[in-house]
């Protein structure tokens, strides 16, 4: 059973600074992954997908890596702002071709202080 | 335009009752989701729906049914209502073997129960 654990849980950092969220998956055999960020009381907004044959993906400040043998993901933002403050979810696809949904982490809680 | 919508995106309602939360997606996709997001904000899959064929997480319980009346829907009705079903309930939509396979979540359904 898969299982996807997102490190830290919270953090809290100056604006500007660069940082990394990390994802882990417990089974290697996915389809995709995606990250997602949501805001307070919100739903959620896809940030970035990474198909399993693919290294990374970039958008804007954003670059999302994977490492798909050794079960790891990360989310770069870079010079960060206030407005990058939320949840941001990590969530993976099994390459089983049917209808399975996403396995998602627990989330980190990220806050940028002004 | 919504790629995918809900309805009502708040619910209140008693111990016991009967209710339903709607979803239509407008982006021709095959697969649709329901996901739970509990008071702790981890989000959970609960059924996946794809050309009548219904995956169910084994950790649902039968009180729960998704009804697809035509390919753009998937709704979810909840039998006798419990303190523990209040959580936020997000619909999803997805394409089988599109290159990226991307998940399309609606704004979700905030249900209380009292």
Known sequence: KQEVTQIPAALSVPEGENLVLNCSFTDSAIYNLQWFRQDPGKGLTSLLLIQSSQREQTSGRLNASLDKSSGRSTLYIAASQPGDSATYLCAVRGSGGGADGLTFGKGTHLIIQP | ?114
Not at chain 2, 9 to 31: P, R
Not at chain 2, 90 to 105: I, L, V
């Open chain 2, 1 to 114: 335009d919504t790629a995918v919508s809900q309805t009502p995106k708040y619910l209140v309602t008693q111990m016991g009752n009967d209710k339903s939360i709607k979803c239509e997606q407008n982006l021709g996709h095959d697969t649709m989701y329901w996901y739970k997001q509990d008071s702790k904000k981890f989000l959970k899959i609960m059924f996946s729906y794809n050309n009548k064929e219904l995956i169910i997480n084994e950790t649902v319980p039968n009180r729960f049914s998704p009804k697809s009346p035509d390919k753009a829907h998937l709704n979810l009705h909840i039998n006798s209502l419990e303190l523990g079903d209040s959580a936020v309930y997000f619909c999803a939509s997805s394409q089988p073997g599109a290159p990226s396979y991307e998940q399309y979540f609606g704004p979700g359904t905030r249900l209380t129960v009292t």
